[in-house]
């Protein structure tokens, strides 16, 4: 497996936001986290990424070479090939679309690919060229979903950590943000998904896990996970 969570619990003070949860990801996978508002999945992205106290399990990362992250600092985890588009998207409002894509890769020493891989990003999103000059607070909420994914492509990141990508958007671009999800995976980039849209999650993924107060309730197949009577009832308002 690319990443291995065990037994992972996070607390915020006395809140325990996730309760001791296990799961994988493996190479050239798409693995969702679906679940309700306060389910614990954004904890748990922040917990792989460095960016909230583990109070106890494990957060092993690499096929080959197993390394912990459970303590390693936010940046040395970029380094290691993870890159976390957080929920809300967080671009450089006053930064050109430019300069937020190359500070996607400020971990990186090889200045001289930088313009390779712009093109890159710019193959995947096409209207980020078309805006490459324009200010990142001036495009739409889509547009700045898109500009979150490629600064985290620039990184060169071998495990791409999402949260709430259709958050905020019209049904159309949530639509067109979940293709290019597809399209990243065809790319060879391995996505755990974090997703309030179940049913969109679910049709892109090929694992899921539900999660309810920070606990995993329900795991399996995605197709299969969609078909189940409680996740229909509960979360695809079927």
Not at 19 to 26: A, I, L, R, Y
Not at 120 to 133: A, M, Y
Not at 161 to 172: K, N, R, T, V
């Amino acid at each position: 497996m690319l990443l291995e969570v065990r037994d992972l619990k996070v607390n915020y003070g006395v809140i325990e936001a996730v309760k001791g949860v296990s799961f994988s990801v493996g190479e050239g996978e798409i693995v969702t986290l679906v679940g309700a508002n306060g389910a614990g999945k954004t904890s748990i992205l922040r917990a792989i990424s460095g960016l909230a106290d583990v109070r106890r399990g494990q957060v092993l990362y690499g096929a080959a070479d197993e390394v912990n992250l459970v303590g390693m600092p936010p940046h040395d985890i970029v380094k290691q090939g993870i890159s976390h588009v957080p929920e809300g998207r967080l671009i450089f409002a006053p930064l050109t679309v430019r300069e937020n894509l190359l500070l996607g890769a400020y971990t990186r020493n090889d200045k001289e690919n930088f313009e390779a891989d712009l093109d890159g990003v710019f193959s995947v999103f096409p209207r980020l060229k078309e805006r490459v000059n324009q200010v990142g607070g001036t495009l739409s909420g889509g547009e700045q979903q898109m500009l979150a994914v490629g600064r985290a492509m620039m990184s060169r990141c071998h495990l791409l950590l999402l949260d709430e990508p259709s958050m905020g958007l019209a049904p159309i671009i949530v639509e067109e943000v979940f293709s290019t999800i597809v399209k990243l995976k065809e790319m060879g980039t391995p996505i755990l998904l974090v997703e309030q849209n179940a049913n969109m999650a679910l049709s892109v993924a090929d694992r899921g896990y539900v999660l309810e107060t920070g606990n995993i309730v329900l795991s399996g197949n995605a197709s299969d996970l969609a078909q189940m009577d409680e996740v229909r009832a509960s979360y695809l308002g079927k």
